[in-house]
């Protein structure tokens, strides 16, 4: 199965969650700001450049919680921006959940999203294998607790 397009989350989550603000190439997120329980996902190349990873951001209360399914935690200028901009608690995932030769990315970071607004993020990461030789079984995974959610 390939990757995800902007289109299709963009189409996909307008109809699941109301405080979902849009996917946006990374170039493009500096304007915005999270309130309480919003969201969006961001494709880490600029909007001139074909797509290469999604990550994704919620704002809990009085945190903003970067969500990266590899693990990467790859911060380009505007990422900082936007980051510093919020002046919140800021948490992040520290273990990798999909394998890096999986284009899951989108679906990881759409479910993260419809997850985490009733639970934490060790909870999110705990539905998955960490192991490495495991990670690729995760694709299923998510596909599996997508099902459930949607």
């Given at each position: 199965?390939?990757?995800?397009?902007?289109?299709f989350?963009?189409?996909?989550?307008s109809?699941?969650?109301?405080?979902?603000?849009?996917?946006?190439?990374?170039?493009?997120?500096?304007p915005?700001?999270?309130?309480?329980?919003?969201s969006?996902?961001?494709?880490?190349?600029?909007?001139?450049?074909?797509?290469?990873?999604?990550?994704?951001?919620?704002r809990?209360?009085?945190?903003l919680?970067?969500?990266?399914?590899?693990?990467?935690?790859?911060l380009d200028?505007?990422?900082?921006?936007?980051?510093?901009k919020?002046?919140?608690n800021?948490e992040?995932?520290?273990?990798?959940?999909q394998?890096?030769?999986?284009?899951?990315?989108?679906?990881?970071?759409?479910l993260?999203?419809?997850y985490?607004?009733?639970?934490?993020?060790?909870?999110?990461?705990?539905?998955?294998?960490?192991?490495?030789?495991?990670?690729?079984i995760?694709?299923?995974?998510?596909?599996?607790?997508?099902?459930?959610?949607?």
């Amino acid at each position: 199965m390939a990757g995800l397009s902007n289109i299709f989350i963009n189409n996909l989550m307008s109809d699941k969650d109301l405080l979902f603000k849009g996917v946006y190439s990374v170039n493009e997120i500096t304007p915005i700001y999270l309130q309480p329980n919003e969201s969006i996902i961001v494709n880490l190349s600029n909007n001139y450049e074909p797509g290469s990873h999604f990550i994704a951001f919620y704002r809990k209360n009085n945190t903003l919680i970067y969500f990266d399914s590899l693990c990467f935690f790859l911060l380009d200028n505007n990422l900082k921006s936007f980051i510093l901009k919020h002046k919140l608690n800021f948490e992040y995932n520290k273990i990798a959940i999909q394998d890096v030769n999986s284009s899951f990315c989108g679906y990881y970071c759409i479910l993260f999203i419809l997850y985490i607004k009733d639970h934490k993020l060790s909870e999110y990461i705990n539905l998955f294998f960490i192991s490495k030789p495991l990670l690729p079984i995760n694709d299923f995974l998510v596909l599996k607790y997508m099902s459930i959610i949607m």
